[in-house]
T-cell receptor
Framework: EAGVAQSPRYKIIEKRQSVAFWCNPI?????LYWYQQILGQGPKLLIQ????????DSQLPKDRFSAERLKGVDSTLKIQPAKLEDSAVYLC??????????????FGAGTRLSVL | AQSVSQHNHHVILSEAASLELGCNYS??????LFWYVQYPGQHLQLLLK??????LVKGIKGFEAEFIKSKFSFNLRKPSVQWSDTAEYFC?????????????FGTGTKLQVIP
């Protein structure tokens, strides 16, 4: 089966610019996650969707970050305006359902963002 | 707040040496525990998981982990490492009531295996 697709793979922008990342999860997966992974740290959950509803966005900096998952499939994560500290790899993951026995996450390759 | 600690940030071993990577978490309730691995240039992928039952779980490539509830630990082990085990290893914990589980990752341990 096809894996989690993310684009772009790399993005370089200047501070105060805006940027958007796209994720296409594995077909049929109900849950979608966006993580921020800063160099030397573990992935930090930004937002979790179940189908097209938000389950957890407690760590999403809502003044500049936004995310949506239209029709419960693809998702976009946007940063506007970007700051230097947003430089990181943005990972998308999906899992088959909401049952904890199925909460194995499948990760995409990530988007590496550099803010200059 | 939930936290996951991986105390070994960088481990260097010779081939055939034994490996143990520590993982401790802070949540006192029911947890699902995971180890994920990221090989150089590849995606994060699942190594092994614990949901319930036998606290000693076996994963791919000869890895195993033991859940010790009293110690809030889920340490990863391998009796004899290979050069191909060079990677970054992340412990993750999912906890929470009812139908919602909050996921937290540790900071990761970079393992370098010297031939």
């Amino acid at each position: 089966e096809a894996g989690v697709a993310q684009s772009p793979r790399y993005k370089i922008i200047e501070k105060r610019q805006s940027v958007a990342f796209w994720c296409n999860p594995i077909s049929g997966h109900a849950t979608l996650y966006w993580y921020q992974q800063i160099l030397g740290q573990g992935p930090k959950l930004l937002i979790q969707f179940q189908n097209n509803g938000v389950v957890d966005d407690s760590q999403l900096p809502k003044d500049r970050f936004s995310a949506e998952r239209l029709k419960g499939v693809d998702s976009t994560l946007k940063i506007q305006p970007a700051k230097l500290e947003d430089s990181a790899v943005y990972l998308c993951a999906s899992s088959p359902g909401t049952d904890p026995t199925k909460n194995i996450q499948y990760f995409g390759a990530g988007t590496r963002l550099s803010v200059l | 707040a939930q936290s996951v600690s991986q105390h070994n940030h960088h481990v260097i071993l010779s081939e055939a040496a034994s490996l143990e990577l520590g993982c401790n978490y802070s949540y006192g309730g029911t947890v699902n525990l995971f180890w994920y691995v990221q090989y150089p240039g590849q995606h994060l992928q699942l190594l092994l998981k614990y949901f319930s039952g036998d606290p000693l779980v076996k994963g791919i490539k000869g890895f195993e982990a033991e859940f010790i509830k009293s110690k809030f630990s889920f340490n990863l082990r391998k009796p004899s490492v290979q050069w191909s085990d060079t990677a970054e290893y992340f412990c993750a914990v999912i906890n929470g009531p009812g139908g919602y589980q909050k996921v937290t990752f540790g900071t990761g341990t970079k393992l370098q295996v010297i031939p």
